[in-house]
Nanobody, 119 residues
Framework: QLQLVESGGGLVQPGGSLRLSCAAS????????IGWFRQAPGKEREGVSC????????SVRNSVKGRFTISRDNAKNTVSLQMNSLKPEDTAVYYC????????????WGQGTLVTVSS
């Protein structure tokens, strides 16, 4: 069974940091582009960042550019999202997904981890 499991979410104050991790079971991530997505209450899901299978190419949405960094460790079969300078508007359920073409096509999704930015 192909699964992705996110971890690292939680409650953090504005300006704080969190590091999300996405781990795979049943398959290896090194052949896939991996993306992070989020869905805030009452809003549509949006892409946050994506990293190519090689790790050479990344994409980041403008609203998190300079604050969020995606990385991967294929030896550990994980992808991380370092989130700094968090803002209340970053509050959402964060999902990772595996696919191709720099996340234009996605095949496997995780269950999500909640990030709440609040004082």
């Amino acid at each position: 069974q192909l699964q992705l499991v996110e971890s690292g979410g939680g409650l953090v104050q504005p300006g704080g940091s969190l590091r999300l991790s996405c781990a795979a079971s049943g398959f290896t991530l090194d052949n896939y582009a991996i993306g992070w997505f989020r869905q805030a209450p009452g809003k549509e899901r949006e892409g946050v960042s994506c990293i190519s299978s090689s790790g050479v190419t990344t994409s980041v949405r403008n609203s998190v550019k300079g604050r969020f960094t995606i990385s991967r460790d294929n030896a550990k079969n994980t992808v991380s999202l370092q989130m700094n300078s968090l803002k209340p508007e970053d509050t959402a359920v964060y999902y990772c997904a595996a696919g191709s073409a720099l996340c234009r096509y996605l095949a496997v999704w995780g269950q999500g981890t909640l990030v709440t930015v609040s004082s």
